[in-house]
């Protein structure tokens, strides 16, 4: 059992090393996908019969680790193969240098070969034909190993005698445009979204939106030749920010990379006018003037100065009035965008109704308006208040107060506790409801209230003496109800012993 549980053990350790051995092995190859650059020859170009062909070249990447130790330069024939011009250049290595320039002898060495190209083209037998031909530099190990990352290719044309490096037809130029939504204006703690287009539409590549500071506020794939950032509300508020598109293409050698011009892009308040009587109080909406009235008009929300240390705004402001003849005097915003303190006076020539006063940004069309009425609304208010009031609450409150106080008084005062009590309480709170009836009714029943009979007969001559008896009556038998109750209630204690008594009884 135990030799078995141990040979289990060594066949997972030695998995684990494998997997690991496995996973070097990758990493080391991985590695040398890295390897890409361009090659520069140098000279450019000459004759076929130059030997050496070349006095020097550079490697914009260097040659990839392990391949840094021998250089040779092959000119590749078609269906024939790599012919060298330069073989096994080892002067100057290990060639680790990044990017590499290399000198090429004017002479060969005892391991190192050097050809014309109408050599390389000879000795495989082979005939000179114009057209183009690549021009392999191969960076090589120790004994010459190389792969495809040690190997960097370039092109010739052959004419004739002279042979030059191929001129790659230059990448397609590009143009940016950058645009924003809204178009004309943003308002504070309102986002907008950058929109930028690549010409021509085939461009492939990315736009990166930048502020004039050069600030990256993101990068966006074009597709269709256009793209599109949504930018968050500016943290600084109302002002002009600038922005600007930057293409960098995914072929540089198809089209070439291109920035927009800056866009100037104002940011403005919310806008809000407000308007002042000549004594400071702030107008109300749709408020009634007249004719010859002053009042100081002031709107925010106009383009504020591209520089935040002047006084002055961005744009002028247009004034007008509907039934007024021509434009009122024009409006300059401060620095910060804002018409403060404009005169304005009802023209005496305005008809009375509605109307409106505008204010209209000459740059970017913000418009506030002031709507008001011309008329004597207000006189016909005050005229209306105080009329109802004092009517109203002068005749109700004097008939009912008199006419109550009156009769209660007089009738309790003279006919003893009960007369004098129900009779004052009836006809004193219907009096003072009822008006001039109470009047009268309830100064009768006061006077008549002189004498025991008297009392009684002057009541009856009006509607309020029933009120009273019926009143009366009603006390009156709920005061036998009660009595008949409490004998009862004594009735049955006083049988029950408990009338002078206390603690338990013998029922108990």
Same mark, same amino acid.
């Given at each position: 059992?135990?030799?078995?549980?141990?040979?289990?053990?060594?066949?997972?350790?030695?998995?684990?090393?494998?997997?690991?051995?496995?996973?070097?092995?990758?990493?080391?190859?991985?590695?040398?996908?890295?390897?890409?650059?361009?090659?520069?020859? #140098?000279?450019?170009?000459?004759?076929?019969?130059?030997?050496?062909?070349? #006095?020097?070249?550079?490697?914009?990447? *260097?040659?990839?680790?392990?391949?840094?130790?021998?250089?040779? $330069?092959?000119?590749?024939?078609?269906?024939?193969?790599?012919?060298? $011009?330069?073989?096994?250049?080892?002067?100057?290595?290990?060639?680790?240098?990044?990017?590499?320039?290399?000198?090429?002898?004017?002479?060969?060495?005892?391991?190192?070969?050097?050809?014309?190209? /109408?050599?390389?083209?000879?000795?495989?037998?082979?005939?000179?034909?114009?057209?183009?031909?690549?021009?392999?530099?191969?960076?090589? &190990?120790?004994?010459?190993?190389?792969?495809?990352?040690? !190997?960097?290719?370039?092109?010739?044309?052959?004419?004739?005698?002279?042979?030059?490096?191929?001129?790659?037809?230059?990448? !397609?130029? %590009?143009?940016?445009?950058?645009?924003?939504? =809204?178009?004309?204006?943003? $308002?504070?703690?309102?986002?907008?979204?950058?929109?930028?287009?690549?010409? =021509?539409?085939?461009?492939?590549?990315?736009?990166?939106?930048?502020?004039?500071?050069?600030? =990256?506020?993101?990068?966006?794939?074009?597709?269709?030749?256009?793209?599109?950032?949504?930018?968050?509300?500016?943290?600084?508020?109302?002002?002009?920010? +600038?922005?600007?598109?930057?293409?960098?293409?995914?072929?540089?050698?198809?089209?070439?990379?291109?920035?927009?011009?800056?866009?100037?892009?104002?940011?403005?308040?919310?806008?809000?006018?407000?308007?002042?009587?000549?004594?400071?109080?702030?107008?109300?909406?749709?408020? !009634?003037?007249?004719? *010859?009235? +002053?009042?100081?008009?002031?709107?925010?929300?106009?383009?504020?100065?591209?520089?935040?240390?002047?006084?002055?705004?961005?744009?002028?402001? %247009?004034?007008?009035?509907?039934?007024?003849?021509?434009?009122?005097?024009?409006?300059?915003?401060? *620095?910060?965008?804002?018409?403060?303190?404009?005169?304005?006076?009802?023209?005496?020539?305005?008809?009375?109704?509605?109307?409106?006063?505008?204010?209209?940004?000459?740059?970017?069309?913000?418009?506030?308006?002031?709507?008001? +009425?011309?008329?004597?609304?207000?006189?016909?208010?005050?005229?209306?208040?105080?009329?109802?009031?004092?009517?109203?609450?002068?005749?109700?409150?004097?008939?009912?107060?008199?006419?109550?106080?009156?009769?209660?008084?007089?009738?309790?005062?003279?006919?003893?506790?009960?007369?004098?009590?129900?009779?004052?309480?009836?006809?004193?709170?219907?009096?003072?409801?009822?008006?001039?009836?109470?009047?009268?009714?309830?100064? #009768?029943?006061?006077?008549?209230? *002189?004498?025991?009979?008297?009392?009684?007969?002057?009541?009856?001559?009006?509607?309020? &003496?029933? !009120?009273?008896?019926?009143?009366?009556?009603?006390?009156?038998?709920?005061?036998?109800?009660?009595?008949?109750?409490?004998?009862? /209630?004594?009735?049955?204690?006083?049988?029950?012993?408990?009338?002078?008594?206390?603690?338990?009884?013998?029922?108990?």
């Amino acid at each position: 059992m135990k030799r078995r549980l141990h040979a289990a053990l060594l066949g997972v350790l030695a998995l684990i090393l494998g997997s690991g051995a496995l996973v070097l092995t990758t990493s080391g190859t991985a590695g040398a996908d890295d390897s890409s650059g361009t090659v520069t020859l #140098t000279p450019s170009s000459g004759s076929l019969s130059d030997n050496p062909p070349l #006095t020097g070249l550079t490697l914009s990447n *260097g040659c990839p680790t392990g391949f840094q130790d021998a250089i040779t $330069i092959n000119v590749s024939l078609p269906d024939l193969g790599d012919s060298s $011009i330069v073989y096994n250049l080892t002067d100057g290595a290990p060639y680790t240098a990044s990017p590499l320039t290399v000198s090429i002898p004017a002479s060969p060495g005892p391991t190192t070969y050097i050809n014309s190209i /109408a050599d390389a083209f000879s000795n495989y037998g082979a005939t000179v034909a114009d057209g183009t031909y690549a021009v392999q530099v191969v960076c090589q &190990a120790t004994g010459g190993s190389s792969t495809a990352d040690s !190997t960097f290719t370039t092109l010739i044309d052959i004419t004739g005698n002279d042979w030059a490096v191929k001129q790659a037809a230059p990448p !397609t130029s %590009t143009s940016v445009t950058v645009a924003a939504d =809204p178009a004309a204006y943003s $308002i504070v703690s309102h986002s907008f979204t950058l929109s930028a287009t690549v010409t =021509p539409s085939g461009a492939a590549g990315t736009l990166q939106f930048t502020t004039d500071a050069g600030n =990256p506020l993101g990068t966006v794939p074009v597709t269709g030749g256009t793209a599109s950032l949504p930018i968050p509300v500016p943290p600084s508020g109302r002002g002009i920010y +600038k922005y600007q598109a930057v293409f960098t293409p995914t072929d540089p050698t198809a089209f070439a990379a291109s920035t927009s011009s800056m866009l100037a892009y104002p940011v403005l308040d919310e806008p809000v006018v407000s308007v002042f009587d000549d004594t400071g109080n702030n107008l109300a909406d749709t408020p !009634t003037l007249t004719t *010859g009235q +002053k009042t100081k008009v002031n709107g925010l929300g106009f383009m504020p100065s591209a520089d935040p240390a002047s006084t002055t705004g961005g744009e002028t402001v %247009t004034v007008t009035l509907d039934g007024a003849a021509g434009d009122l005097a024009k409006a300059t915003p401060n *620095g910060a965008g804002s018409v403060a303190n404009y005169d304005f006076t009802v023209p005496s020539s305005l008809s009375s109704g509605d109307h409106t006063l505008k204010l209209k940004g000459d740059t970017t069309g913000v418009e506030l308006t002031f709507p008001f +009425k011309v008329g004597t609304d207000s006189s016909g208010d005050t005229s209306g208040s105080t009329a109802g009031g004092t009517s109203g609450s002068t005749a109700g409150d004097t008939s009912g107060s008199t006419a109550g106080g009156t009769s209660g008084s007089t009738a309790g005062d003279t006919s003893g506790s009960t007369a004098g009590d129900t009779s004052g309480s009836t006809a004193g709170d219907t009096s003072g409801t009822s008006g001039t009836s109470g009047d009268v009714t309830g100064g #009768t029943s006061g006077t008549s209230g *002189g004498s025991s009979t008297g009392g009684t007969s002057g009541g009856g001559n009006g509607p309020l &003496a029933a !009120t009273g008896a019926a009143g009366i009556t009603t006390i009156s038998l709920l005061a036998l109800m009660l009595l008949g109750g409490g004998g009862y /209630a004594v009735y049955r204690v006083r049988r029950d012993g408990r009338l002078l008594s206390f603690g338990p009884t013998p029922r108990d």
